[in-house]
């Protein structure tokens, strides 16, 4: 138990002390170490001790690096264990700078869930915008720069706002507790904005579709993983039971499902389908009761293993065949079945099909909506379900390796990502199948039965229906069709409308400049003018004077120096 322990140390820290050995391993030591250092983790997490521990006093502030409860807990696990099948999936590559930039990222995401103030938590918080954004950049194309300076800026500017609103919450309470927090309040407000950056909230959620397409192939099952459930658990201790959470929650569910539909990048698709996922968590977080918290925190547990799962297969696709364009894909199946298999998993798991994993988290939010009378939202989120089987449960499978015989005939993807593939796979199963373990371990003791007459076949039906109108649109032709094309939703106001305001003001800046150069110029001209006129061949101060007069007004000049030395 940690009360035995000589030092309490938060498992973030473990894990990032740990990736400062890497690039000094060779390579198959180094594989060794990064595959052993998330179990060494995991079951240091088990042995931890409800309570808070690692409080060290800094400037007089009193930071708590350790306070461990079922929430953290849950939270704890799943990051450790998302950890070590990114590793697994990124064996194959050989440039250490991406190994090392996510385990720091994965370290600083397990560290805040486990910071029990808020400047740990700020600490830790810039920690996964710094070390993530390697992730992107170390595809190293002019998109990826690009996409990745867009997302430091966001997530950094994430960070400034909860910075702001804790010193602001201290300047009021003297207190840097990491608690339930009062949006009502100035520093409430800011930290509560701050969370929804990273939550990806409506109007702030492009940063997660521009980004994660254009990490590596291994970068983007990372980032899937830790920043926007990192978020969630943040929302989850510091909101929980927040009212407007509910709206934003719904909002979230539905909005990403018809630019998921007309989208031609699969990995694009997947993130507007995250996006999606993250509203069902916000919902539950909103509605704040034991059983729609603990379902929250479920659904976050099961989405990072299958959305990781489904971004796990695209990286294998766009590993062999250098694209997850749609449009381009096809066929794939004859020569890459076992990644075939395992994104069907992923994709029966995020459509919520009962013996699969959604199935039994998303069933306890949609269930605490409808007990506690949210009879609209119930609505939004059983559409979204639909939403979600049409484009993740049937587009990314279907458009991947069956749509139409692409022509390309790819090896099947490198064993460690199969490994990787298989594991993740089967425990998206075991989970639907048994729940009982994870239900064990929710942040409160919870008695739910998922598998009812009444939500079997009501899931059922949806997931039918669904999979009747995405056939007679596709036979119909009323499909969109997949075109290579950018979609923009409200990036278009910072992509489109911000580059016209930015020309704009640039035009009337160049347009003010070169007036005051051209005005500065005729003053200059003037001036020059006035000189020559006075001081040039034909000026009056430049006629020649007799030698007399000047002597007279030297001596006037030298007089009245004398009268006025004197007085």
């Not at 059983?291 to 695209?314: D, P, Q, R």
């Not at 009962?354 to 269930?367: E, Q, R, T, V, Y």
């Not at 009812?452 to 949806?462: A, G, M, P, R």
């Not at 109108?469 to 036979?475: Q, S």
Request: glycine share 10%; with cysteine; charged share 10%.
């Amino acid at each position: 138990m940690i009360g035995d322990h000589l030092i309490e140390i938060s498992p973030g820290l473990v894990i990032i002390l740990g990736a400062l050995l890497v690039p000094l391993l060779r390579s198959q030591m180094r594989r060794v170490w990064m595959l052993a250092l998330p179990v060494i983790v995991f079951f240091y997490v088990l042995t931890l001790d409800h309570g808070q521990h690692g409080v060290i006093t800094v400037f007089d502030l009193e930071l708590t690096t350790l306070r461990v409860d079922r929430l953290s807990l849950i939270f704890g696990y799943i990051f450790t264990i998302a950890l070590w099948l990114g590793v697994i999936y990124q064996l194959h590559v050989k440039g250490w700078l991406e190994q090392v930039a996510g385990l720091v990222y994965a370290g600083s995401a397990i560290g805040a869930v486990f910071a029990g103030d808020l400047v740990t938590l700020f600490l830790f918080w810039e920690g996964t915008a710094i070390a993530s954004v390697f992730l992107i950049w170390a595809r190293g194309t002019e998109h990826a720069l690009s996409a990745g300076m867009r997302y430091l800026v966001v997530q950094v500017g994430s960070g400034v706002l909860l910075l702001a609103g804790t010193m602001i919450h201290y300047g009021q309470t003297g207190s840097i507790a990491f608690e339930s927090f009062d949006i009502e309040t100035t520093a409430g407000l800011l930290i509560f904005i701050s969370f929804g950056i990273k939550a990806a909230f409506p109007f702030l959620h492009n940063w997660l579709q521009d980004a994660y397409p254009e990490a590596t192939v291994t970068g983007t099952v990372m980032l899937s993983a830790f920043t926007t459930k990192l978020a969630i658990y943040s929302l989850a201790r510091g909101f929980a039971g927040t009212e407007i959470l509910v709206p934003i929650g719904a909002t979230m569910t539905a909005f990403p499902i018809f630019y998921a539909v007309i989208e031609n990048d699969l990995r694009r698709v997947l993130s507007y389908s995250l996006n999606n996922q993250l509203g069902f968590m916000v919902v539950g977080i909103g509605i704040g009761t034991e059983l729609s918290i603990s379902g929250a925190a479920a659904h976050a547990f099961c989405h990072i293993l299958y959305k990781a799962l489904l971004f796990m297969s695209m990286g294998a696709v766009l590993h062999r065949v250098g694209t997850v364009k749609g449009s381009e894909l096809g066929g794939l199946y004859k020569t890459m079945p076992w990644t075939t298999a395992f994104c069907i998993v992923g994709a029966a798991s995020i459509s919520a099909f009962p013996l699969f994993s959604g199935f039994i988290s998303k069933a306890l939010i949609i269930s605490a909506a409808m007990k506690e009378g949210y009879f609209w939202t119930w609505m939004v989120l059983l559409f979204a379900s639909a939403g979600v089987f049409h484009h993740s449960g049937i587009k990314i499978p279907f458009f991947a390796f069956f749509a139409h015989d692409s022509g390309m005939r790819p090896k099947e993807a490198p064993l460690n990502m199969l490994i990787a593939m298989g594991i993740t796979a089967a425990l998206c199963i075991l989970i639907g199948i048994f729940p009982g373990p994870l239900y064990a371990i929710l942040p409160y003791d919870v008695t739910y039965h998922a598998y009812t007459v009444e939500h079997v076949v009501t899931q059922l039906q949806l997931l039918v229906f669904s999979a009747l109108a995405f056939t007679v649109l596709m036979r119909t032709g009323l499909y969109p069709p997949e075109l290579h094309s950018t979609n923009l939703d409200f990036d278009w106001f910072w992509r489109r409308g911000g580059r016209a305001v930015i020309r704009q003001a640039q035009a009337i800046w160049v347009g003010a400049y070169r007036g005051f150069v051209a005005g500065s110029w005729r003053r200059v001209g003037v001036l020059i003018e006035g000189l020559y006129e006075n001081y040039g061949p034909d000026g009056p101060l430049s006629r020649t004077r007799p030698s007399g007069a000047m002597a007279l007004w030297v001596s006037v000049l030298l007089t009245g120096f004398l009268i006025f030395s004197y007085i």
